[in-house]
């Protein structure tokens, strides 16, 4: 069935780096573009990055620009995250966003969320 | 940067009818999607592209649009309907935000 699965995550020092993936399976993943989003415990989706279907484009959001950097190979996500802070600490969600094809991309929103990967950082 | 604004709370009865907003800062703007995540849980996809109703979601929830306000509606609220409920968008740059969600109390 169609599944994303997130690892990867942990416990970390401040201004260390962790590195999360998401496994992707039953579908055709490269025809995807993705997302990460997080969520910091007792608060509400914040999203993270976006990555084209073919790694072509690449957009973050404020708080991580410049840290952390999204990438992807043949059936899995990654998000590089560099210089961590303790508000980074929130459960990492990756999701599929927009299906492209020949005939153009269409934009179904997140229908496929993976289970989540905790985060935590502090020393 | 773009902004969606929700209402941090809505409560209705059983059999009612709930609406939540989602109001951009710009305008035109993208596309609307909407999201029910319930406790301990991943979100749900419920809205796309602003009145969009993906396979499996039930009719009850709508979504609408007037200018930069966008409406979910969900008719005839069941108990399980309590959950928060998020928007999110893009902007022209590329970048995607998320309202700040709206706590639905059934």
């Known amino acids: 069935q169609v599944q994303l699965v997130e690892s990867g995550g942990g416990v970390v020092q401040p201004g260390r780096s962790l590195r999360l993936s998401c496994a992707a399976s039953?579908?055709?993943?490269?025809?995807?573009?993705m997302q990460w989003v997080r969520q910091a415990p007792g608060k509400g989706l914040e999203w993270v990055a976006v990555?084209?279907?073919?790694?072509?484009k690449k957009y973050y959001g404020d708080s991580v620009k410049g840290r952390f950097t999204i990438s992807r190979d043949e059936n899995t996500l990654y998000l590089q995250m560099n210089s961590l802070r303790a508000e980074d600490t929130a459960v990492y969600y990756c999701?599929?966003?927009?299906?492209?094809?020949?005939?153009?991309?269409?934009?179904?929103?997140?229908?496929?969320w993976g289970q989540g990967t905790t985060v935590t950082v502090s020393s | 940067s773009y902004e969606l604004t929700q209402p941090p709370s809505v409560s209705v009865s059983p059999g009612q009818t709930a609406r939540i907003t989602c109001s951009a800062d710009?305008?035109?703007?993208?596309?609307v999607y909407w999201y029910q995540q319930k406790a301990g849980q991943a979100p749900v996809l419920v809205i796309y592209?602003?009145?969009g109703r993906p396979s499996g979601i039930p009719e009850r929830f709508s979504g609408s649009s007037s200018g930069t306000t966008v409406t979910l509606t969900i008719n005839g609220v069941l108990a399980e309907d309590e959950a928060d409920y998020y928007c999110?968008?893009?902007?022209?740059?590329?970048?995607?935000?998320f309202g700040g969600g709206t706590k639905l109390t059934v």
């Open positions: 999701a599929r966003v927009v299906h492209c094809n020949d005939g153009g991309c269409f934009v179904h929103g997140l229908d496929v």
């Open positions: 710009a305008f035109p703007r993208q596309y």
């Open positions: 039953g579908f055709t993943f490269s025809v995807f573009g």
């Open positions: 999110q968008s893009a902007d022209n740059s590329g970048s995607w935000v």
């Open positions: 592209q602003d009145t």
């Open positions: 990555i084209w279907y073919d790694g072509s």
